[in-house]
């Protein structure tokens, strides 16, 4: 790779984040009863407990919670959007997009683009991209880009602990507008089969450890290498960092390799208390990375979905992020609101009970 | 199969959208286009802010039809701020106790399937206790 080539994508007109919104159903699985269940409460586990969506909630119903918030923050009508799309792995339909029913619920305008997005778990930055791309085009001025999921975990799988549901959403607009502008992102991707599912298959398969060295590893730390020697940063120039967390060590690993400390991603590692949110899981770290963040605070997001590629952003708070935060609630009230259930609700809860 | 008619109702139940009587403000849930308050036609379209509170309530452990996969469950009368008041499933109760007065917002939640697992997926409005803003 030539490092004066251009690879970042810059937009036209200087683009940002608008609003912001989080969602995460109240319901956590912990671990130990996973450990309870299927390993004789024997053994570690990679995150302390997982969020689980209630009898009445999935992809759909968590984007709309999610996009609520992100208007109400953005203090802008939904009738403005040019667009609405949403990343995620569980759709509720293979066909019918999710998308028509968010901007249907929202109140978003009939002459809008509307599209479902596939990638793993960095569906959801792409949709990012795509609306930074459409407003910094000056197609249209806000566009809002959704990253949310109910990912599924094969009963007794290692998937299990962290498969979790919750989900952010982002109005982009243009920077002068913005609570946290995007400089630039820049993208990574190959054809690496670290996890899939095929048609019509209800779980997933993942290549075990595969995953982790020239999947997770590989493609996040070339995205974040990337976006910093071409704008010519360091990890000492952000406040903060969030990567995607499939699980607790990924992302600290990962972190630290790059010279990031522990200070700089605890805001945004969530996964220890939620698990992992798939096309959320970035995205609603960086929701509770900007519920804190200071003007002028700089921050690194980097998202990674399986098949594989990574989503990079370089972003900055502006003065607005003080008028906008408690317009809706807070990714940490998410995270209280929390009910605790058993393997058996879980079960019940997640379609895991035959029933015909 | 009841397509056209979730599809008519889809405004009101996503969103929930109802009518603003034009001569006397009344506001009015569901759309019904004859304000209940005057008389006069009233065909303008008004935005709910979602927000009311517990008029009555019962659960339901018997329940009909195409509900079973979330019984029990708990029906309440809710009052909108803007006055109506309608009929519509409580959720994310877990311990709360519910109470006549209990502030409720609106949220947009999987209210069933039509039919079996091969049919539309009906989206609408429930209530659930006010999520404590900081």
Not at chain 1, 5 to 32: D, H, M, T
Not at chain 1, 253 to 282: C, D, H
Not at chain 2, 7 to 24: F, I, M, S, Y
Request: glycine share 8%; hydrophobic share 40%.
């Amino acid at each position: 790779m030539n490092d004066r080539e251009n690879l970042l994508l810059k937009p036209a007109r200087a683009v940002g984040i608008v609003g912001y919104g989080v969602y995460i159903p109240q319901y956590r699985l912990p671990a130990s009863e996973i450990l309870r269940i299927w390993a004789g409460d024997e053994g570690g586990a990679p995150v302390k407990e997982k969020a689980v969506p209630g009898l009445d909630e999935d992809t759909i119903t968590i984007s709309i919670e999610a996009a609520r918030n992100a208007l109400a923050r953005a203090g802008i009508d939904a009738q403005k959007l040019r667009a609405v799309w949403v990343g995620s792995e569980s759709h509720p339909y293979v066909v019918k997009p999710s998308s028509t029913v968010v901007a249907e619920a929202i109140g978003a305008s009939e002459h809008i683009q509307a599209a479902d997005l596939e990638f793993a778990c960095k569906a959801g930055t792409e949709a990012v991209v795509a609306a930074m791309a459409l407003v910094g085009s000056k197609m249209g001025d806000y566009a809002l880009a959704i990253g949310a999921d109910t990912a599924q975990g094969k009963p007794g799988d290692a998937l299990e602990f962290t498969a979790a549901a919750g989900g952010a959403a982002f109005v982009i607009g243009p920077a002068e507008n913005a609570l946290a502008t995007i400089a630039a992102s820049y993208s990574y991707v190959t054809d690496t089969p670290d996890f899939w599912r095929r048609q019509h298959q209800v779980y997933p398969e993942h290549g075990q450890r595969f995953t982790g060295e020239p999947a997770y590893f590989k493609h996040v730390t070339a995205a974040a290498q990337t976006m910093l020697s071409q704008l010519g940063t360091t990890a000492a120039d952000y406040a903060f960092a969030v990567f995607h967390q499939p699980n607790t060590k990924f992302p600290q690993r990962v972190a630290r390799e790059l010279g990031f400390s522990k200070e700089q991603i605890e805001t945004g590692l969530l996964s220890p208390v939620i698990g992992n949110t798939y096309a959320g899981a970035s995205l609603v770290g960086l929701t509770a990375v900007l519920d804190i963040a200071k003007p002028g605070d700089r921050i690194l997001v980097v998202s990674y979905g399986s098949g594989a590629g990574s989503d990079a952003f370089d972003m900055r708070v502006t003065d607005l992020i003080e008028e906008r935060r408690n317009k809706a609630p807070l990714t940490q009230q998410y995270i209280e609101r929390r009910i605790e259930i058993d393997y058996a609700t879980y079960a019940r809860y997640r379609g895991k009970i035959v029933m015909k | 199969m009841e397509i056209p008619r979730h599809w008519r109702l889809q405004k009101q139940r996503l969103a929930l959208v109802g009518e603003v009587c034009p001569h006397c403000q009344a506001k009015i849930f569901p759309a019904r286009d004859v304000c209940p308050e005057c008389g006069g036609e009233a065909k303008t379209a008004f935005k709910f802010s979602g927000k009311g509170e517990v008029y009555s309530f019962t659960t339901l452990h018997s329940v009909p039809a195409g509900f079973e996969e979330n019984a029990p469950y708990t029906v309440a009368l809710v009052k909108l701020d803007e006055g109506p008041i309608i009929t519509a499933q409580l959720t994310d109760v877990g311990e709360r106790e519910v109470k006549i007065g209990t502030p409720v917002e609106m949220v947009t939640r999987r209210i069933r399937q039509d039919g079996d697992e091969r049919g539309m997926l009906i989206y609408g409005y429930k209530f659930r206790p006010v999520l404590r803003m900081s």
